[in-house]
């Protein structure tokens, strides 16, 4: 069973839980750490014999040309997080559909390769936002991978499949969820981010062989580049919920994912995609 593997290409001041503290207009005065940490996040997979998916920030992808063809160069995918992580809930489909076409036209530009997979920023791809399949299959993706079908502080969409859905009749794009285990009835996160990096590796690894094995489909999973750098600055104000989230283990992460990608077989998002569009049925037709 190959996975799906990916890392949402954003920098250290650009989380959804920093945006309240960090003003936008201030991102060009901050320190970017991307470039390193990405660079190492390519040795680790290189290391490993494993491709993935980059879903990066047009923003990002605008001042690091270099490193998005380093990315495309070793075989990965390159695939678009949006322009500047405005989360898709807080536009209207005219700017979605401008912040999409804007992301897209800047990574391709930089790669040199066509882009055909989105993740929303904080998977914010929820029932508020009835239109953002629509003009995503308008605009041409092939897959998103935008939904956490659980309930969360900050995102969320509980009703959702687990697996591998279309969204829309009558359109090939295809919708990959974040990995969710299930456990005395509930539904738990086990996708990545901060909930990889404060629960026991073991709980991972329960998470994927369950899907795996008893659910039979492909996990998907995710991390970003911060969370392999413990020296990243720290951000003063923000509550200390979210500091405890963004900065619990940094310097285990690293080892963590080194275990995770050699105890299973992954892949890049598009591949998963393709795979899982041929056994799916309309949500609704
Ligand atoms: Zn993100």
Redesign the pocket.
């Known amino acids: 069973m190959v996975n799906g593997l990916s890392v949402?290409v954003?920098d250290w001041f650009q989380?959804g839980a920093f945006e309240k503290v960090i003003a936008r207009g201030d991102w060009d005065d901050l320190a970017l750490r991307v470039e390193d940490n990405v660079l190492r996040i390519l040795d680790l997979f290189a290391e490993a014999e494993v491709k993935a998916t980059f879903f990066t920030l047009g923003w990002v992808a605008e001042r690091n040309g270099a490193l998005m063809r380093r990315i495309v160069d070793a075989g990965h995918e390159l695939a678009s997080?949006g322009y500047d992580?405005a989360r898709v809930f807080t536009f209207d489909r005219k700017q979605f559909a401008d912040d999409i076409r804007r992301a897209r036209e800047t990574l391709e530009d930089a790669g040199g390769v066509a882009v055909t997979g989105y993740r929303a920023?904080?998977f914010s791809i929820d029932q508020r936002t009835p239109w953002a399949y629509l003009e995503l299959a308008e605009q041409g993706y092939a897959y998103s991978s935008s939904v956490a079908p659980i309930v969360h502080d900050h995102y969320g969409w509980r009703e959702a499949p687990r697996f591998a859905f279309h969204p829309l009749a009558g359109a090939d794009l295809v919708e990959i969820p974040v990995t969710t285990a299930t456990f005395a009835g509930k539904r738990l996160a086990a996708g990545g981010g901060g909930f990889f990096r404060v629960l026991p590796y073991a709980f991972s690894r329960w998470a994927i062989r369950q899907v795996n094995r008893r659910d039979g489909r492909p996990a998907v999973f995710y991390f970003?580049p911060w969370e392999i750098d413990p020296d990243q600055p720290r951000v003063p104000g923000a509550p200390l919920k979210s500091r405890l989230r963004h900065y619990t283990n940094l310097e285990r992460m690293a080892p963590k994912l080194r275990d995770l990608v050699r105890e299973f077989a992954w892949g890049r998002m598009d591949e998963i995609a393709q795979r899982e569009a041929a056994r799916v049925v309309p949500l609704a037709a």
Do not use: I, K, R, T
């Open positions: 949402d954003e989380v997080h992580h920023p904080s970003h």
